[in-house]
């Protein structure tokens, strides 16, 4: 009788031995910049992870990552810890340069040109001044006052100061230093946004600012019609797709074409609640054709990326420090 039960259990241990096993599902990790608390990007991005689960197929196991910085982002394709990374152009330009990332899409957009509003990867910014100022030229606005939405504003700082550098009214900088402003302008108001620089040109607290095609709609028409536009830069990227030398193929191929079926109108709303108010889809590029603009004006500013760092997560007030990256 033992013998039987002994046999019967041996039987037993190797059909489960040869049982099949579910395959292992491979993991996906999206690294998802930290526009806001990691809280809510998270929540916001649950469809995100559904939908490429959905796309991908039962054999995708897909994990929505935040790391605390865009630079963390950055480390994180560079380790391997991320596959894919939504980024805004400087942090994916760095990606690129840092971790040996590939720019595979560029996120197209609602924006303005000049009046024209179209659908585009790209956009312009623009110098203003009242309609009634008495400078007719950005040289004639040399000692004056100059107000600027932020200094890590692509559009709004970067691609401004570099105007500037080819114009002659700034000096290019020295090797390990950054363009100053105050080079040319008697002072330089940074304001936190457009909206901010309108209203204070508005109030004549400054005498120049500038106006970008990417704000919202009403404001861009109000100052467009109240000012006079001295000069213009660009093209000007938008945010970009980036994959990890480690998403091999046929893996990276079948990523990039779920990733453009979210700019189906019945997606747009989702990628519009943490990637940019205005999506509209995405196109297929690379960091030569879509980063190669900005690539030319950090060479001529030696800007360094820098972005504000949330030291405390979770509640309101947090301390910020600014954190600064220079460039290879």
Do not use: N
């Not at 491979?26 to 809280?39: I, Y």
């Amino acid at each position: 009788m033992r013998t039987a039960l002994r046999w019967v259990w041996l039987i037993g241990l190797f059909l489960m031995a040869c049982a099949p096993r579910p395959a292992a599902r491979t993991r996906l990790v999206v690294a998802v910049q930290p526009t806001f608390a990691v809280s809510e990007v998270l929540e916001k991005a649950r469809p995100l992870e559904q939908y490429l689960e959905q796309r991908l197929g039962p054999d995708m196991d897909v994990e929505i990552y935040v790391p605390l910085s865009q630079a963390g982002v950055v480390e994180a394709l560079r380790f391997g810890q991320a596959h894919v990374a939504f980024m805004g152009p400087f942090a994916g330009l760095l990606a690129v340069e840092r971790a040996g990332a590939q720019v595979v899409l560029a996120e197209v957009r609602e924006v303005f040109h000049g009046a024209q509003k179209t659908e585009a990867t790209y956009y312009y910014s623009y110098w203003v001044v009242p309609k009634d100022s008495p400078y007719p030229s950005l040289a004639e606005l040399k000692g004056k006052r100059a107000c600027f939405p932020s200094p890590i504003s692509t559009s709004g700082y970067i691609g401004p100061m570099a105007r500037l550098v080819e114009r002659g009214l700034l000096p290019e900088p020295a090797e390990g230093q950054e363009v100053d402003p105050k080079a040319f302008f008697g002072q330089v108001l940074f304001a936190g946004g457009y909206g901010q620089c309108w209203e204070a040109l508005k109030a004549g607290q400054v005498d120049v600012t500038v106006i970008a095609g990417d704000v919202p709609e009403k404001l861009y028409h109000e100052v467009l019609d109240h000012t006079r536009i001295l000069e213009e830069q660009g093209p000007l990227p938008s945010h970009v797709v980036v994959v990890s030398p480690a998403l091999s193929e046929p893996l990276r191929t079948r990523v990039v074409e779920a990733l453009m079926g979210l700019g189906a109108p019945e997606h747009r709303s989702l990628m519009r609640q943490f990637i940019s108010g205005i999506f509209v889809g995405f196109q297929k590029t690379d960091a030569r054709t879509h980063l190669g603009a900005l690539r030319e004006y950090l060479q001529r500013t030696h800007i360094a990326f820098s972005e504000r760092v949330e030291v405390g997560r979770g509640g309101g007030g947090e301390e910020e420090e600014e954190e600064k990256t220079p460039r290879p």
